[in-house]
Nanobody, 118 residues
Framework: QAQVVESGGGLAQTGGSLRLSCATSDIIFSNYDVNWYRQAPGQQRELVASITSGGSITYADSVKGRFTISRDSGKSWAFLQMNSLKVEDTAVYYC????????????WGLGTQVTVSS
């Protein structure tokens, strides 16, 4: 059974940094695109950043220039480096691994809480 587990969330101050990690298991990681989503209380889940199996990267406008997504295919991990954090970045962050050819092969973690205080 494929698993996705996020870690690295916590409390940060405005302007601070956090690094989220996404560990995957029981998938051929090189065949999967990885997405980071977030969901704030009372709001819809939004896509924050994506990195394809080939390394192409996209970001939501709200995080461009502040967040960096990366992947370590050797270890089947993905990361989200978050700098210059803002209060509005507060949310539960979810990692999603999706097979590049089979959209139904999509696996989610349980999320990690990020709280940014002013």
């Amino acid at each position: 059974q494929a698993q996705v587990v996020e870690s690295g969330g916590g409390l940060a101050q405005t302007g601070g940094s956090l690094r989220l990690s996404c560990a995957t298991s029981d998938i051929i990681f090189s065949n999967y695109d990885v997405n980071w989503y977030r969901q704030a209380p009372g709001q819809q889940r939004e896509l924050v950043a994506s990195i394809t199996s080939g390394g192409s990267i996209t970001y939501a406008d709200s995080v461009k220039g502040r967040f960096t997504i990366s992947r370590d295919s050797g270890k089947s991990w993905a990361f989200l480096q978050m700098n210059s954090l803002k209060v509005e970045d507060t949310a539960v962050y979810y990692c999603n691994a999706v097979h590049r050819h089979i959209p139904s092969a999509s696996y989610w973690g349980l999320g990690t809480q990020v709280t940014v205080s002013s």
